[in-house]
């Protein structure tokens, strides 16, 4: 299993502003993850927060908008940046501790308002 | 394309028995996960099926029939505390999760 810290748990931010959610795992992970849950609905991926290296963005996400960190194998930050309304959400990071077909594990997620 | 079904909301009554159906499509398949998200929290794994059959897991017991694309999680003995989003999810052949919008089960005394 794995511990998973996130921080904010939840902030209110002003329209045009970013901001930065980190996330911490107790143990050396494999694969690193960013969701974003929007009220009432299911999780939607923002992108694999990969070592050493740029992250790989669904479709729909660019790196401009959310860039990520992901400078160790147990830490790893989302920016959401110059944020509107429409990105008041739930941001959720998850780790997959093995395998490919490994559970995922979340944290406690961050809630996100935008005035 | 990829898809994952399943109902919006349930309704049961404490001490009884429900199922959560669950239907996908997705580009080859690795497996299925179910997951539960109380409100304001973040999902905790359940089950997962990978093979035909039923896995059971205390009150809790997971379905797979591949050749359907057909999936049920089974709650045995509700309590007032299993109310929760129940998220299904397909495990596609990149390893990519399909999650399912979640179906809310609210349980009443």
């Known amino acids: 299993s794995a511990v998973i810290s996130q921080k904010p748990s939840r902030d209110i931010c002003q329209r045009g502003t970013s901001l930065t959610i980190q996330c911490q795992v107790d143990?050396?992970?494999?694969?690193m993850f960013w969701y974003r849950q929007q009220p009432g609905q299911s999780l939607t991926l923002i992108a694999t927060a990969n070592q050493g290296s740029e992250a790989t963005y669904e479709s729909g996400f660019v790196i401009d908008k959310f860039p990520i960190s992901r400078p160790n194998l147990t830490f790893s930050t989302l920016t959401v940046s110059n944020m509107s309304p429409e990105d008041s959400s739930i941001y959720l990071c998850s780790v997959r501790t093995s395998s490919d077909a490994g559970e995922l594990f979340f944290g406690e997620g961050s809630r996100l308002t935008v005035l | 394309g990829q898809n994952i079904d399943q109902p919006t909301e349930m309704t049961a009554t404490e001490g009884a028995i429900v199922q959560i159906n669950c239907t996908y499509q997705?580009?080859?398949?690795?497996?299925l996960f179910w997951y539960q998200q109380h409100a304001g929290e973040a999902p905790t794994f359940l089950s997962y099926n990978v093979l035909d059959g039923l896995e059971e897991k205390g009150r809790f017991s997971s379905f797979l029939s591949r050749s359907k694309g057909y999936s049920y999680l089974l709650l045995k003995e509700l309590q007032m505390k299993d109310s929760a989003s129940y998220l299904c999810a397909g495990l596609d052949s990149n390893y990519q999760l399909i999650w399912g919008a979640g179906t809310k089960l609210i349980i009443k005394p």
């Open positions: 143990s050396q992970v494999t694969m």
């Open positions: 997705t580009s080859g398949f690795n497996g």
